[in-house]
């Protein structure tokens, strides 16, 4: 049977017949699985109120009753359980609102631990010397220069002045030598720190090359440096590649010729400087001069003086004593000037002069706190106070000269310049 009916311009055509004979509460499965033909208060017509019994199934339906509970209560989440989003709003939004309004974030619990949260980042070490302590004294628990004794330093100081002034004025080689055993001993603080900050310096090529620099110069002259440069280079990558193959060969050769070129290379220009007939001597004696003015006009204002920090890497040195170091290095200049000694920078006879002397003295004033500063960084990066123990109330061996192994290399090649 077909039938077709308007509503409102819309024709709907059927197609399936219609069953006259349903009736509500009629099982349209067939009258042999559910009956209600007995039990019309089970399923009430559809426009009486509902009885709340239950349908006759298999069983008489007054044995089933419906009881309705009340209705059973909802999860309500606490504050603490969605406080990340009480800000946002629960209304409408438009299209176009989402882009001018985020949705505000969830924030953390307060009472939630940052470490616990992030301890999965936690697998892998940071990276060695990532950032310097914010105090090195701090860390170390000491003091910094005011545990150092004033009286005890200048002796050590001056004492160690006069050590080589008298090698060079008995004889030129034993100077040479002199030099050579204070460089080994502080080629041996140098390599010692190194591997104290978990380093794999090659100890024994640093050690024969910093010895064998001053002598080699002394013996041959300025190109003699090169040559046991190369070596240097040349063993310290055999040493990594059939004695220690399993040490970092990048760290530890680069610590190795950092200690060479530091301490053997700026340190062999004394022995350069000693090689040079009838001056030699005279450029050596200028160079500590200067230097000793330096460093004693630095603590003598520093201690006294001294307010404003010179640098983060050596929180104990001042600005103060910086422009007194520097004053008195000039100051030292002037005087040798005056009294036209050292030959031959100060002598006019040998073709110095008194501005000779004072180009050396501002050359030595900017070199020497480089010098100073320059291991103190070092220093600070390895995470130690002093280089050695030797020196009382001043360290090691290269704590003492780390000024002057910035001078001698200035005065060398001062010398050149102003020198006919």
């Known amino acids: 049977m077909s039938n077709e009916q308007d509503n409102e311009g819309f024709r709907i055509q059927r197609t399936d017949p219609i069953d006259d004979d349903v009736a509500p509460g009629r099982s349209v499965f067939g009258d042999n699985e559910i009956s209600f033909e007995d039990d019309d208060a089970a399923v009430p017509h559809w426009s009486q109120p509902p009885t709340g019994s239950v349908p006759k199934v298999g069983t008489p339906a007054e044995s089933v009753t419906f009881n309705p509970q009340s209705e059973p209560e909802r999860f309500e989440p606490g504050a603490e359980d969605h406080s990340g989003w009480t800000a946002e709003s629960t209304g409408p939004t438009w299209a176009g609102e989402a882009q001018t309004r985020p949705p505000a974030q969830p924030t953390r619990s307060a009472d939630m631990d940052a470490d616990a949260f992030f301890a999965h980042d936690d697998d892998e070490s940071p990276p060695p010397h990532t950032a310097p302590p914010p105090s090195l004294s701090a860390a170390l628990g000491v003091s910094g220069a005011g545990d150092r004794n004033f009286f005890t330093a200048t002796v050590v100081g001056v004492g160690l002045a006069v050590l080589i002034l008298a090698a060079m004025a008995y004889r030129e080689w034993v100077a040479v030598a002199v030099v050579t055993v204070v460089l080994a001993v502080a080629a041996v603080e140098f390599f010692n720190a190194v591997r104290v900050a978990g380093l794999q310096p090659a100890v024994l090529l640093g050690l024969a090359s910093v010895v064998s620099m001053p002598l080699a110069v002394y013996w041959r002259g300025e190109s003699a440096a090169g040559l046991v440069l190369v070596l240097s280079v040349v063993f310290g990558a055999l040493w990594y590649l059939l004695v220690a193959p399993s040490d970092s060969p990048v760290r530890g050769l680069g610590s190795t010729m950092l200690g060479i070129l530091h301490v053997g290379l700026l340190g062999s220009y004394a022995a350069l400087m000693l090689s040079i007939p009838d001056h030699g001597t005279g450029l050596l004696t200028a160079a500590i001069i200067v230097t000793v003015a330096y460093d004693a006009g630095g603590l003598v204002v520093g201690r006294t003086m001294g307010r404003s920090p010179l640098s983060a890497a050596s929180p104990n040195k001042t600005l103060e004593g910086l422009v007194g170091g520097v004053v008195a290095a000039i100051v030292a200049a002037f005087v040798m000037g005056v009294l036209s000694q050292p030959s031959p920078l100060a002598d006019v006879s040998t073709g110095g002069g008194f501005a000779d002397i004072m180009i050396l003295g501002i050359a030595a004033a900017i070199a020497a706190p480089v010098g100073d500063l320059a291991e103190s960084q070092v220093k600070r990066d390895l995470g130690i106070k002093d280089m050695g123990s030797i ?30």
């Open 391 to 420: 020196l009382p109330s001043h360290g090691g061996v290269l704590d003492r000269f780390d000024s002057l192994l910035f001078v001698l290399p200035t005065t060398f090649y001062v010398s050149r310049f102003v020198l006919p």
